[in-house]
């Protein structure tokens, strides 16, 4: 019988739910990420969209989700030397959409 290992390039929530499903399914997995570290000092976010909470309720992650996140309402774009270019509720538009 032959064995093998998948590998999942990149750690981010991509990789890191496929790492996830297949540590469920008890399939052996490494997870190869080029960056030090995934915390960036200027900030970031990550949206959960209708598909992506799909997969989080089926691996039965959804709840702890929502209890782990912070409601979103406004987004803004900023460059890397601090100024301002954009600024809008596109985040609270889409829940009520």
Not at 1 to 12: A, D, E, H, L, P
Not at 74 to 86: H, M, P, R, V, Y
Request: glycine share 12%; hydrophobic share 40%; aromatic share 8%.
């Amino acid at each position: 019988m032959s064995t093998f290992k998948v590998i999942i390039v990149g750690g981010g929530p991509t990789g890191l739910t496929a790492g996830h499903c297949l540590a469920k399914a008890g399939i052996d997995f490494e997870i190869l990420e080029g960056r030090p570290d995934l915390d960036f000092p200027g900030g970031t976010a990550l949206a959960v969209w209708p598909q992506n909470a799909r997969v989080f309720d089926q691996l039965g992650l959804l709840e702890e989700t929502y209890q782990l996140s912070q409601r979103v309402d406004t987004k803004i774009n900023i460059l890397a030397d601090g100024t301002e270019f954009s600024c809008n509720d596109m985040p609270k538009m889409i829940k009520t959409v």
